[in-house]
């Protein structure tokens, strides 16, 4: 009796595929978007340079370093992303941080836009050094306000 074994045939499909399953399953699970509450991104509002801009599409993202006070005591931060709108309907993303989405915080500047159009402090002091839009959380948060922008010819998102 002769026995014949058969080799294993990889393909280039079936290793790519297994090369995916791995990441995926050593992949950081997505951040989620948490809506900011409409009654303070009004209060927020107060803190932009020019009154006849408004803020919408509010959402914040919890951030990966957390915001230290003086006694070393670490608290969770989120960053805010919501569009600052012109008079003229023309709308940018600003993004900030924050250390409560349930009612007023600290809030710092933390993208170009936001030091721009609020009178926020920015980032870097001890509290908040190293937090950057590179911090894990920032740019999901930004991809929040574009995903829940209105489309022309639609009812805007209220978070």
């Given at each position: 009796?002769?026995?014949?074994?058969?080799?294993?045939?990889?393909?280039?499909?079936?290793?790519?595929?297994?090369?995916?399953?791995?990441?995926?399953?050593?992949?950081?699970?997505?951040?989620?978007c948490v809506a900011y509450p409409p009654d303070l991104t009004l209060t927020f509002a107060t803190g932009l340079l020019r009154q006849d801009?408004?803020?919408?599409?509010?959402?914040?993202?919890?951030?990966?370093?957390?915001?230290?006070?003086?006694?070393?005591?670490?608290?969770?931060?989120?960053?805010?992303?919501?569009?600052?709108?012109?008079?003229?309907?023309?709308?940018?993303?600003?993004?900030?941080?924050?250390?409560?989405?349930?009612?007023?915080?600290?809030?710092?500047?933390?993208?170009?836009?936001?030091?721009?159009?609020?009178?926020?402090?920015?980032?870097?002091?001890?509290?908040?050094?190293?937090?950057?839009?590179?911090?894990?959380?920032?740019?999901?948060?930004?991809?929040?306000?574009?995903?829940?922008?209105?489309?022309?010819?639609?009812?805007?998102?209220?978070?």
């Open positions: 009796m002769t026995r014949s074994f058969s080799r294993p045939t990889f393909t280039i499909a079936s290793f790519l595929v297994t090369i995916l399953a791995a990441c995926q399953r050593n992949a950081a699970p997505p951040k989620e801009f408004r803020l919408a599409n509010a959402w914040a993202v919890q951030s990966d370093k957390p915001i230290t006070s003086d006694n070393n005591v670490s608290t969770p931060a989120y960053f805010l992303s919501a569009d600052i709108i012109a008079p003229n309907g023309e709308a940018v993303v600003g993004t900030w941080l924050t250390d409560d989405i349930t009612k007023d915080g600290h809030i710092y500047s933390v993208s170009p836009q936001a030091i721009k159009y609020s009178k926020y402090g920015g980032v870097g002091d001890r509290s908040t050094a190293g937090t950057t839009m590179d911090t894990g959380g920032a740019k999901q948060s930004i991809d929040c306000v574009l995903t829940h922008r209105s489309k022309p010819g639609q009812a805007a998102v209220t978070p």
